[in-house]
């Protein structure tokens, strides 16, 4: 299931909520925005992500994940993992 977001946005105009499946609980269930987890530039660059990335929390067992694990779509190409067995 594809991770859905609510129309309520912060001020950084990111998803305060969203409706997905956790993958710690495997509950479908609302995740709330609770903050910014900020990179020096070195390891952000060296994962291939952001600076700075959304922190979202399972409302039904407290697991924090990444805005990126719940919408993959807006997570930068590096970021993305490749499929198993591929080169």
Known sequence: MH???RNNKTTSD????????CP?????????NIGTQ?????????MGVDNSV???ECTHCRTS???YSLNP???PAKAKKSPSGSS
């Open 24 to 32: 710690s609980c495997h509950c479908e269930g609302f995740f709330h």
């Open 54 to 56: 959304a922190l979202y």
């Open 38 to 46: 900020h990179w020096p530039e070195a390891t952000a660059r060296a």
């Open 14 to 21: 990111r998803p305060m909520t969203y409706l997905a499946m």
């Open 65 to 67: 994940v990444t805005e």
């Open 3 to 5: 991770a859905r977001s």
């Open 73 to 75: 779509a807006i997570a």
